[in-house]
């Protein structure tokens, strides 16, 4: 059972829009910075938002980030067969003093 | 280039030890915090371990205090994560990663090594 909760798998078309939902508590990403993952299979994860909403170089702004009290949200716009990843939010928990990620998502493209 | 490679995974029985090796190169090794993660089979990722740039702090998620610890050599560029009293619940890839800093209490998990499997098993 994670600490941070994330939707098992979403799925949409090609150039659709989908997002991915991050729940957790005050002790976490209500007192603290979310960031984002991919991982591709059989790949080691990306970094892909830093910040709650901030891009690093190199990441396409088909890609956003979003927080809001104890929920975050990543945003994949301009879907492609190559998005087809799964996706990890983490941030801090300052009661557990740990690094805590959600149990990923598992995006489709159909 | 900044890169991370992972080393020393294995088969190893359960109640048995392991020393992984993360060797850092294109950057400060020295400035940064360092981190380990794992993932099981077919499962997600989960943070195992961290370490402050000078070795004083260090953070471990509860289920393998006392059995895993982690240390870094600034002077080789390599941190190291060693695991004794191995379980079968150990088995996975073992990343380790940069801790990237943005601000105060700012920091993103970037980059990321390839992974050592271990694997615990009789």
């Known amino acids: 059972q994670s600490v941070l909760t994330q939707p098992p798998s979403v799925s949409a078309a090609p150039g659709q829009k989908v997002t991915i939902s991050c729940s957790g508590s005050?002790?976490?990403?209500?007192?603290?910075?979310v960031s984002w993952y991919q991982q591709l299979p059989g790949t080691a994860p990306k970094l892909l938002i830093y910040e709650n909403n901030k891009r690093p170089s190199g990441i396409p702004d088909r890609l956003s980030g979003s927080k809001s009290g104890t929920s975050a949200t990543l945003g994949i716009t301009g879907l492609q067969t190559g998005d087809e990843a799964a996706y990890y939010c983490v941030t801090w928990d300052d009661s557990l003093s740990a690094w805590v990620f959600g149990g990923g998502t598992k995006l489709t493209v159909l | 280039e900044v890169q991370l490679v992972e080393s020393g995974g294995g088969l190893v029985q359960p109640g048995g030890s392991l020393r992984l090796s993360c060797a850092a190169s294109?950057?400060?090794?020295?400035?940064?915090?360092m981190t380990w993660v794992r993932q099981a089979p077919e499962k997600g990722l989960e943070w195992v371990a961290n370490i402050k740039q000078d070795g004083a702090e260090k953070y471990y998620v509860d289920s393998v205090k006392g059995r895993f610890t982690i240390s870094r050599d600034n002077a080789k560029n390599s941190l190291y994560l060693q695991m004794n009293s191995l379980r079968a619940e150990d088995t996975a890839v073992y990343y380790c990663?940069?801790?990237?800093?943005?601000?105060?209490?700012?920091?993103?998990?970037?980059?990321w090594g390839q992974g050592t499997l271990v694997t615990v098993s009789s």
């Open positions: 005050s002790s976490n990403i209500g007192n603290n910075y």
């Open positions: 294109g950057f400060s090794f020295s400035s940064f915090w």
């Open positions: 990663a940069r801790l990237d800093y943005y601000g105060w209490r700012n920091y993103a998990f970037d980059p």
